[in-house]
């Protein structure tokens, strides 16, 4: 997993993305260990608090890119394919590609994997937030 971590750090879409991402899924997921740390990462990576207090609403606000958009509905609907036949939907993947590269979109695919991954252990081992 930090080795998949790597990768994706290394790979071109940006870090306070990356962060949303990881920070929405999270909050999906129900991990609030991966809330509290992704939230702490994106202030770090210079995020603000407008901006991620209203992550959770981001269809709603105007505190996002379009690729910043594109990259949370990607994020939201491939953690959420059990609620969509077929999977992330062909238009949010069109968004996703107009704003992202074919390498970018493996990135944002492959970080979107990790942050499930991570929620998922960290919700079975109980890991608490803070600690």
């Known amino acids: 997993m930090l080795a998949l971590e790597s990768s994706i750090g290394a790979g071109r879409v940006p870090q306070r993305t990356l962060e949303l991402l990881r920070l929405r899924v999270s909050q999906i997921n129900g991990c609030g260990f991966c809330v509290d740390m992704h939230a702490r990462e994106a202030k770090q990576a210079g995020d603000s608090d407008e901006r991620l207090f209203a992550v959770a609403a981001w269809r709603e606000t105007p505190y996002f890119t379009d690729a910043e958009r594109a990259a949370l509905a990607l994020a939201e609907s491939a953690t959420r394919i059990a609620d969509a036949a077929g999977g992330v939907p062909q238009d949010v993947w069109a968004e996703a590609a107009r704003h992202y590269d074919e390498e970018s979109l493996a990135t944002l695919v492959?970080?979107?994997?990790?942050?499930?991954?991570?929620?998922r252990?960290?919700?079975?081992v109980r890991h608490v937030a803070g600690t």
């Open 110 to 119: 492959m970080a979107i994997a990790a942050i499930n991954a991570w929620n």
């Open 121 to 124: 252990i960290n919700v079975a």
